[in-house]
């Protein structure tokens, strides 16, 4: 049962996520699919939030998800390899309010994107980042401090 929810999932997800054309559309969808995600929310096309643990996936408010990101919750294999047995983790990733994440970003397993955290397009995700700062690359590294008083300004 647990194997064809998350086919369905997957599916879904793969085709849904690449043809929906609204963002409060794409959110549905990954409600349905088991994300949590807050209100407000842009979410671009073809975001993958991983499809056997996506419930492992909390997104906050006013949170921005660019193009073609990747968002993964587990690193494991049904393969019953050597590495599937070193390797065999699940967990949470946490997207936090006012977060943005550019396009063709890789979120790895348990990332926490601090609020109002910016992360550049293209960037590998895989320790946390600190709320209010701009991070970019692969791996993602910190660029520098964003204002709080510009971005507060700018909400208002
Ligand atoms: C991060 C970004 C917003 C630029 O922010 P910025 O404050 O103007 O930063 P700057 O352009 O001054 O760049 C600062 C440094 O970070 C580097 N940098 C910026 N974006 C980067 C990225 N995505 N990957 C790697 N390095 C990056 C710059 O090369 C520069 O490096 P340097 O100091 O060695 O010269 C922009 O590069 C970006 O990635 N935008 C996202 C685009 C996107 O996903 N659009 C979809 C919209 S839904």
């Known amino acids: 049962m647990k194997l064809i929810i998350a086919a369905l999932r997957r599916y879904l997800m793969s085709t849904g ?3 929906i054309p609204f963002s409060f559309m794409r959110i549905w969808l990954l409600r349905i699919c088991g994300v949590k995600i807050g209100k407000g929310c842009y979410i671009g096309f073809n975001v993958i939030c991983d499809t056997n643990f996506s419930e492992l996936i909390v997104i906050g408010n006013q949170v921005t998800i660019s193009h073609n990101t990747l968002i993964l919750a587990h690193t494991a294999t049904p393969a019953r390899s050597y590495l599937g047995g070193i ?5 949470k990733v946490n997207i936090s ?10 979120i790895l397993p348990g ?10 397009a293209g960037s590998v995700v895989s320790k946390a980042t600190s709320p209010y700062s701009l991070y970019a690359g692969n791996p993602c590294r910190k660029i520098k401090d964003l204002c709080r008083q510009t971005l507060t300004k700018q909400l208002l």
């Open 87 to 91: 390797y065999n983790e699940f967990k």
């Open 17 to 19: 996520m690449f043809l």
């Open 97 to 106: 309010d006012g977060a943005w994440i550019g396009a063709k970003c890789i």
């Open 111 to 120: 990332v926490s994107i601090g609020e109002n955290s910016m992360v550049g």
